[in-house]
């Protein structure tokens, strides 16, 4: 029998792929399609629900979700650090609950953090740069403030990140003392450089994304992820079976 699925936003841009992606799968069934002018109750009946809204929206799809005892993949951006610790607890509370937070269905993207966390532990001085298309609605992006969440949850072990003049506008945004500068801009869909600063040397680490084709991968294994999923968990790499 297949995996029944409900889109939360299926008339986005990621929400369109994610149908399509869903109607490939001979292990899944597309049941429902939900738009801005939906009522929740339309995803009942389904064993997922897929929920690529927008930040002012996604808690609101997730809290439905679970009351209803049905899984939740969460494409939408903005679930930063401070917003998954509560759901946490209610997750920990919900018998059988299962949240899967993805900020990125890049592998290229996933691989990006990982890797930067890694050279995290031998540099002090890091900053993000992230750019994409002029339409995008939040800034940093959900992907920028994951990776420097990470990378500071490394840094904070190793004496911190250097960055000087935080106070000033122009340096940034700080997400856990690591300046992210957001470009929205026509011709772009998505970039993200991390860069690292030592003595004498810098090394930047570059993710570009160039289609959206390069978000199939990995809506197909989160899918296929949720089957055997409890809990909450954050990140493709979850998915891709290499955690850090």
Not at 8 to 22: E, F, I, K, M, S
Not at 113 to 124: M, S
Not at 165 to 176: K, L, M
Not at 193 to 208: A, M, P
């Amino acid at each position: 029998m297949p995996t029944r699925v409900a889109v939360v936003g299926a008339t986005g841009r990621l929400g369109t792929q994610v149908c399509q992606v869903v109607e490939a799968m001979p292990e899944m069934e597309l049941v429902a399609t939900l738009d801005s002018r939906s009522d929740l109750h339309d995803m009942l009946g389904a064993d997922v629900a897929v929920d690529v809204t927008l930040p002012g929206v996604s808690a609101q799809v997730v809290e439905f979700a679970l009351a209803q005892g049905i899984k939740i993949l969460v494409g939408t951006s903005g679930w930063s650090a401070d917003r998954i610790a509560p759901l946490q607890k209610k997750v920990s509370e919900t018998p059988g609950a299962s949240v899967f937070i993805v900020p990125n269905f890049s592998i290229g993207s996933t691989l990006q953090t990982l890797i930067a966390k890694t050279v995290a532990e031998h540099f002090e001085s890091i900053e993000i740069v992230e750019a994409h298309h002029a339409s995008k609605v939040d800034s940093p992006s959900g992907t920028a403030v994951r990776a420097a969440e990470e990378i500071a949850a490394i840094r904070r072990e190793r004496g911190g990140v250097i960055a000087p003049h935080s106070n000033q506008t122009a340096r940034g945004e700080q997400v856990q003392g690591i300046p992210v500068h957001s470009l929205r801009v026509n011709g772009v869909l998505a970039t993200q450089d991390i860069v690292f600063g030592g003595v004498g040397e810098t090394l930047t680490i570059t993710h570009d994304t160039h289609s959206r084709d390069a978000y199939q991968a990995g809506i197909v294994m989160a899918l296929k992820y949720m089957d055997t999923h409890t809990g909450l968990s954050v990140g493709l790499e979850n998915a891709l079976g290499v955690a850090g």
